[in-house]
């Protein structure tokens, strides 16, 4: 069993950043950070391999930056040039395949998730 738990949630005024993290009992799978708005669907943010292939998510490219520190099995969501439509409920999920897909019906483990609030 994959043990997932998200931090660092916070209220950022827009055009901040943050650094949101995923303490994993393991890490030698496909990660990813998917959100969920009020009203909306959950979203694939951005995902990252065992071999460090990533994809990406159009609206945050170039803005959300995501790694993983091995040792420390923790997975990180860097998101510079934070905007109010980022606001949302972070997960932290992990798939036991090689791609890193932003579809949230491939992913199996999911952590608790951690809120991220924009202010205009």
């Known amino acids: 069993q994959v043990r997932l738990a998200e931090s660092g949630g916070d209220s950022v005024q827009s055009g901040g950043s943050l650094r949101i993290s995923c303490s994993a009992s393991r890490l030698d799978m496909t990660m990813g950070w998917f959100r969920e708005a009020p009203g909306k669907e959950r979203e694939g943010v951005a995902s990252?391999?065992?071999?460090?292939?990533?994809t990406y998510a159009e609206s945050v490219k170039g803005r959300f930056t995501i790694s993983r520190d091995n040792a420390k099995y923790t997975l990180y969501l860097q998101m510079n040039s934070l905007k109010p439509e980022d606001t949302a409920m972070y997960y932290c999920?992990?798939?036991?395949?090689?791609?890193?897909?932003?579809?949230?019906?491939?992913?199996?483990?999911w952590g608790q998730g951690t809120q991220v609030t924009v202010s205009s």
């Open positions: 990252i391999n065992k071999f460090d292939t990533t």
């Open positions: 999920a992990a798939r036991s395949g090689y791609s890193p897909t932003l579809d949230r019906y491939d992913y199996d483990y």
